[in-house]
């Protein structure tokens, strides 16, 4: 996140909720910035130094206008207009973010060796969701290489409960205690 993404994405936010529409702008970001992403030739037109930004605009409206809010099409052509392209997925990221902050969501990423049940995910979010007094929207993740128990990633915040770690971490504690 850079600090350009965050003052665009927090004017937008600001924007939304004065009009209380932070769900429907928030799926028309995460909508146009999933559709730039799946196509890298929309992707490499968008950041391209050589193409006007009325071109990228004109673009833009032809993909989005009539699919999206006057006020999310506004925002996109502000952001091509000030040349703040590249930023854009960050942007949309950051926005979800506040978003999230907002309505007492955080983001997490639980890693597992094998694939977790529905119930098991529930419970991992209810539990940490407690702890951190927030709801909880899990994603989950396998790696094999964990061999066994839980990663859980919360924002910067990391939670190691795997074989693989604690394994990392006792072999630290006998190279320290070689000393």
Known sequence: ???????????????????????ATETELVDIASIIEQNEELKQL?????ISSEDKKQMMNELFAG????????FINLILERGREESLLDIVKDFTQFA??????VDAVVTTAKPLGEQEINELAKEFGQK???TLRVTTE???????????????????GSIKGRLARFTQQIKQAQV
């Open 67 to 74: 699919n999206v809010s006057e006020a999310t099409m506004n």
């Open 1 to 23: 996140m850079s600090a350009v993404s965050k003052r665009y994405a927090r004017a937008l936010f600001e924007v939304a909720s004065d009009n209380q529409t932070i769900e």
């Open 100 to 105: 999230n902050e907002a309505r007492g969501i």
């Open 142 to 160: 396998i790696d094999p290489s964990i061999v066994g128990g839980v990663i859980v990633r919360i924002g910067d915040r990391l939670y190691d």
């Open 132 to 134: 951190l007094n927030k």
């Open 46 to 50: 968008l950041t391209h130094p050589k």
